[in-house]
Every structure is written in structure tokens, then in C-alpha cells.
């Protein structure tokens, strides 16, 4: 069974640029939520969608947005890139159970270099 | 959510038990436990939870003080591939969103 898959890997962007990171949830799963991780820091949480539309968000600008598809897949979209938007953003999925012992399954992450 | 404190590193032999404490003194009485743990270059993986009682599973055991202020995860024989952050995060019971607040965790070293 699958876990949660992102796309791309790595990806190297410029200052100004915009970046549009994919990822598909765990088969089963119905809630995707979208996470950043700085160098040594913890994940920090952007914003989560559940039935296509964000339900939370965190303290991030809105030059992050996202999509989630019919098919619960989700895309995490930055613009305006600055340097400290470098990053590895991780994609994490669960069941909407209406509580908060869900668990949550992470994907591996998707590092983002902004030059 | 409530505020953790968790040391910044600990170290263990390998095989040997390990006891990861976490302090949560203003959690809320309806809060779940949950530990979450991130092995180098991967995504956090869900470890265990629990909310008033003592939990089992195949990874670990989690040990919740009787006034829940503060919690314990344990690892009962620590192998090379657990050296991992490991995070405690409090969660309201009625947190259905998947908003977790990740503190600074514990850097586990287990040594061969």
C-alpha cells in the first residue's frame, strides 16, 4: 500500500520564481495538509484541505495557496520566492475522523533551494 | 495547544531501553498525547498517543503522570534505525484538522 508520494524530490528556483509542489495522499485518505520544515527546525503547519477546500491555515502569507482534486490529491503553490522560502515541505494525509487522536501519514518531502 | 519541553538531545546504547521525556504542565484535560518521530531525510512518522492511560503498541510504550503534566515515550531495546527527532505534540480532542504544533524534539543518538 502506498504512503503519501511527493513530487518532485529536489528543485532548484530563483528569487521572484513560482514553485507548484505535488502530492498524492495514502490510499483511504480523505485530508491532506501541508507542512514546512527550515534547516533544523521542526515542520511548521501552512494549511490543510478537506472536500477541495482549506479548512486551517497557519501564520503563512498568501503567497502560499494550494488545490485539492476530486481525487484528494493536493498542490502546495508559492509565488514570489524569496530566499527564506528555502525549505523541505512535506505533504501529510489522515481520514477526517471529527477527532484528534487521527494520525496523521507524512510523505518524505519535497526540498526547495531558492537562489 | 499546550507548550512542550523536551531535552534537546539524548544518547543510548543499543539495546538498551529509552525513556524520552516530555513536559506539557498546562495541557488541558481533554488533550490527546501524540508522539511523532523523523528519521534523517524522511517525514515524521506517527509513533503512538494516548490520554489518560498507559499505551502499547509494537513501536513503543507511551507513560502518561497521573496528573498528565508530563508524559514518557519508551523504546524497550533501541536498535541503530531509531536514531530519530522525536516529538511530543498535545492535541485537543476535538482537533480534527491535521494542525500539529512541532516543538524543537529530541535528538536521539543510539550508539552500536
Known amino acids: 500500500d502506498a504512503g503519501v508520494t511527493q513530487s518532485p524530490t529536489h528543485l532548484i528556483k530563483t528569487r521572484g520564481q513560482q514553485v507548484t509542489l505535488r502530492c498524492s495522499p495514502k490510499s483511504g485518505h480523505d485530508t491532506v495538509s501541508w507542512y514546512q520544515q527550515a534547516l533544523g527546525q521542526g515542520p511548521q503547519f501552512i494549511f490543510q484541505?478537506?472536500?477541495?477546500?482549506?479548512?486551517q491555515r497557519g501564520n503563512f502569507p498568501d503567497r502560499f495557496s494550494g488545490h485539492q482534486f476530486p481525487n484528494y490529491s493536493s498542490e502546495l503553490n508559492v509565488n514570489a520566492l524569496l530566499l527564506g522560502d528555502s525549505a523541505l515541505y512535506l505533504c501529510?494525509?489522515?481520514?477526517?475522523?471529527?477527532?484528534?487522536?487521527?494520525?496523521?501519514?507524512f510523505g518524505a518531502g519535497s526540498r526547495l533551494t531558492v537562489l | 495547544d499546550a507548550k512542550t519541553t523536551q531535552p534537546n538531545s539524548m544518547e543510548s546504547n543499543e539495546e538498551e531501553p529509552v525513556h524520552l521525556p516530555c513536559n506539557h504542565s498546562?495541557?488541558?484535560?481533554?488533550?490527546?498525547i501524540h508522539w511523532y518521530r523523523q528519521l534523517p531525510s524522511q517525514g515524521p512518522e506517527y509513533v503512538i498517543h494516548g490520554l489518560t492511560s498507559n499505551v502499547n503498541n509494537r513501536m513503543a510504550s507511551l507513560a502518561i503522570a497521573e496528573d498528565r503534566k508530563s508524559s514518557t515515550l519508551i523504546l524497550h531495546r533501541a536498535t541503530l534505525r531509531d536514531a530519530a527527532v522525536y516529538y511530543c505534540?498535545?492535541?485537543?480532542?476535538?482537533?480534527?484538522?491535521?494542525?500539529?504544533?512541532f516543538g524543537g524534539g529530541t535528538r536521539l543518538m543510539v550508539k552500536p
Open positions: 484541505y478537506y472536500e477541495e477546500e482549506e479548512r
Open positions: 505534540i498535545p492535541r485537543a480532542y476535538n482537533n480534527a484538522g491535521n494542525m500539529l504544533t
Open positions: 501529510a494525509s489522515s481520514l477526517q475522523t471529527g477527532s484528534g487522536a487521527n494520525v496523521l501519514t
Open positions: 498546562t495541557i488541558s484535560g481533554t488533550d490527546y
